[in-house]
């Protein structure tokens, strides 16, 4: 689907176009081969790059070619793979937008209230590189208090919990990718383009909050990393007891079976004749086993 936005420094609000119009927005959402086939062929654009737009194993960048500047970047999704990919592509004339999946900056952005001006397109881009900036950091904090959460509670760690934190540690390996290729991309923009010096410390500010996320979702995959061994030597260490306790049981009753297997013989034995030595001999080895537990306990438990 294709829609066109406008608004000038004299609109009140943004207006819904039905065709296009020079320093428009275009917001292209899930777009069909034609509609792919009618942007390159009416705009005069790169068909792989968008087709790059609607590739959720694409790798951020930046490309520059003649007055295009294409720009494809990440932004958060609640899905596995929890990233889905976005163009941003400025030209001489207009601005657009392309994804797959509409992110929920660009719903927000489509209304009436919104404050971008679509004639402004480096001001327009700073917008959308600052909202999906802010979602990732949303979206890191949530993970993050997650993962402190279980690392803090004071119960003990379930199967669920493991759960929990794989699923989370699996998200923040994609978010630490999407932050690896965000500072290039910033720093390439204020190299080939000509912001002004306020958009230029905005871009900067991104940079810096990349930065800030990165290194929040690489401290929450170590807290993470020390949880996971915390309950692999927990899990160890109840194995190993467990086995040491079976195996003394196992030693404790070999006792008895020793013990009644000797007076199982058929050829004359002391005591035979004793009244009760059955008796006798089942407290002997309860006592003899006693003793085995007894000195197992110390030593090894």
């Not at 004299?10 to 119009?21: G, V, W």
């Not at 279980?150 to 493991?162: G, H, Q, V, Y």
């Not at 007076?263 to 035979?272: E, I, S």
Request: hydrophobic share 40%; charged share 25%; with cysteine.
């Amino acid at each position: 689907m294709i829609t066109y936005y406008r608004r000038s420094l004299k609109d009140r609000e943004i207006k819904r176009l039905k065709n296009f119009q020079r320093g428009c927005w275009i917001n292209v959402i899930n777009p069909t081969n034609e509609e792919i086939d009618f942007l390159a062929q009416n705009f005069k654009l790169n068909k792989q790059n968008l087709l790059s737009g609607l590739d959720e194993n694409e790798v951020p960048r930046i490309e520059f070619e003649k007055d295009n500047v294409y720009i494809i970047v990440k932004t958060p999704y609640s899905e596995r793979p929890y990233l889905q990919t976005i163009l941003i592509l400025l030209t001489n004339d207009f601005i657009l937008t392309l994804s797959k999946i509409q992110p929920d900056f660009i719903a927000n952005m489509s209304t009436r209230l919104t404050k971008i001006v679509t004639t402004q397109k480096y001001k327009t881009l700073i917008i959308f590189l600052s909202k999906i900036n802010k979602e990732f950091e949303n979206e890191t904090i949530k993970t993050v208090k997650i993962v402190n959460a279980l690392a803090t509670s004071s119960r003990k760690i379930k199967e669920k919990d493991i759960y929990t934190l794989l699923k989370q540690e699996e998200k923040l390996n994609f978010y630490v990718s999407s932050y690896h290729y965000e500072k290039p991309i910033y720093e390439k923009l204020i190299r080939k383009l000509n912001f002004y010096e306020e958009d230029k410390d905005i871009i900067e500010d991104l940079i810096v909050d990349s930065e800030e996320g990165l290194n929040l979702c690489k401290s929450s995959l170590k807290t993470i990393s020390n949880i996971r061994n915390y309950y692999n030597i927990m899990m160890s260490t109840r194995i190993n007891r467990t086995i040491t306790v079976l195996t003394l049981f196992t030693i404790f009753l070999s006792v008895f079976t020793a013990v009644s297997g000797f007076y199982g013989m058929n050829v004359a034995l002391p005591f035979q004749n004793v009244p009760f030595i059955s008796i006798y001999i089942f407290v002997f080895s309860l006592f003899l086993g006693g003793i085995f537990l007894i000195f197992a306990k110390f030593k090894w438990l």
